[in-house]
């Protein structure tokens, strides 16, 4: 199939191009956002035109919750105009593609204890600009997709790494500071809520269920439908753990530290998500263990230049 990919260019992006590639599918890349705007309805619906999909891998938006943080209109304009924009661009075509939303589990906010782990029909309470605005993205992505009759799935990943990941990210920016600690430019790992415990999933693996629920929704499998699918591994560890590895790893022998300015007081404790449905709709399970993606983070940063 034709698979168009907004988003392109970013982390996750990048990856999907060499997975779908991979199996066969003719992928057509969309551009940076610096020369497509998402939200740009004329620039979309010309995109449309010009590329004619089978299905579309909707990437494109913004995807750091600092980044958000900083500017809530900016991910309001981009997240779920952009969506909007490119679901009204395609509801007039003879046969509509079948579009992969790539959401986020910040829209279960904080979750209770007893709700972990969370499946899709959590409580759904996001408090910070990003949760909130994918929270709105996959709302108009399922009131267009039921008004006009389109096959949509909005995903609700979990946390996901791998090399190539931008620093501000959680692991790579330990992965950094380690790195940092074992050259001698810093006496201690700086670490912010350590004992906070995630999911974490091998952004190939991310990309693999990604692929799965495009040909399933290509392949007719689910044709019609709106859902909403959880992609997680369904294993916390701690950020704690996390750091410990990346510092074996990389032979750093260096305390860790506490730094108040890293701490966030409103962080969750725990976030774990249940993938049983997409297991149930694709087969899908993850298979990259996590001490491989860490060591391969660490080696990725090794080898950047200066």
């Known amino acids: 199939m034709r698979v168009l990919v907004t988003g392109a260019t970013g982390f996750v992006g990048r990856w999907l191009l060499r997975e779908l590639e991979a199996h066969g599918h003719e992928v057509v890349p969309t551009p940076d956002m610096d020369v497509l705007d998402i939200a740009d309805a004329d620039a979309v619906r010309s995109l449309m035109d010009e590329t004619a999909?089978?299905?579309?891998?909707?990437?494109?938006?913004?995807?750091?919750?600092?980044?958000?943080?900083?500017?809530?209109?900016?991910?309001?304009?981009?997240?779920?105009?952009?969506?909007?924009?490119l679901l009204d661009a395609i509801r007039h075509r003879a046969r509509p593609p079948?579009?992969?939303?790539?959401?986020?589990?910040?829209?279960?906010?904080?979750?209770?204890?007893?709700?972990?782990?969370?499946?899709?029909?959590?409580?759904?309470?996001?408090?910070?600009?990003?949760?909130?605005?994918?929270?709105?993205q996959e709302a108009i992505?399922?009131?267009l997709a039921g008004a006009h009759d389109l096959t949509v799935v909005v995903t609700r990943s979990f946390n996901h790494i791998?090399?190539?990941?931008?620093?501000?990210f959680v692991v790579p920016a330990l992965a950094q500071r380690v790195l940092a600690a074992r050259g001698g430019a810093a006496a201690a790992v700086r670490i912010g809520n350590a004992d906070v415990r995630r999911d974490f999933t091998d952004v190939r693996d991310v990309v693999r269920a990604y692929r799965l629920l495009l040909e399933a929704g290509a392949g007719g499998a689910l044709r019609g439908r709106r859902s909403i699918v959880n992609v997680a591994s369904g294993r916390a560890v701690s950020i704690r753990s996390i750091a410990?590895?990346?510092?074996?790893?990389?032979?750093?022998?260096?305390?860790?530290?506490?730094?108040?300015?890293?701490?966030?007081a409103d962080d969750p404790p725990e976030i774990t998500g249940d993938a049983s449905l997409l297991r149930a709709l694709t087969g899908w399970s993850p298979v990259i263990p996590l001490e491989r993606t860490l060591a391969e983070i660490v080696a990725d940063l090794e080898g950047a230049p200066e």
Request: include cysteine; hydrophobic fraction near 45%.
């Open 53 to 85: 999909p089978d299905a579309i891998a909707h990437l494109a938006g913004m995807a750091f919750a600092g980044d958000a943080r900083r500017d809530p209109a900016e991910a309001m304009r981009v997240n779920v105009g952009g969506t909007a924009v």
């Open 98 to 136: 079948v579009v992969l939303v790539t959401g986020s589990s910040e829209v279960y906010g904080r979750p209770a204890p007893g709700d972990l782990p969370l499946r899709e029909d959590a409580p759904l309470l996001p408090v910070a600009p990003y949760g909130l605005s994918k929270l709105a």
């Open 162 to 168: 791998g090399p190539g990941q931008r620093a501000d």
């Open 141 to 143: 992505a399922l009131e």
């Open 244 to 264: 410990e590895e990346l510092m074996r790893l990389a032979g750093c022998v260096a305390p860790l530290h506490v730094d108040p300015e890293l701490v966030r």
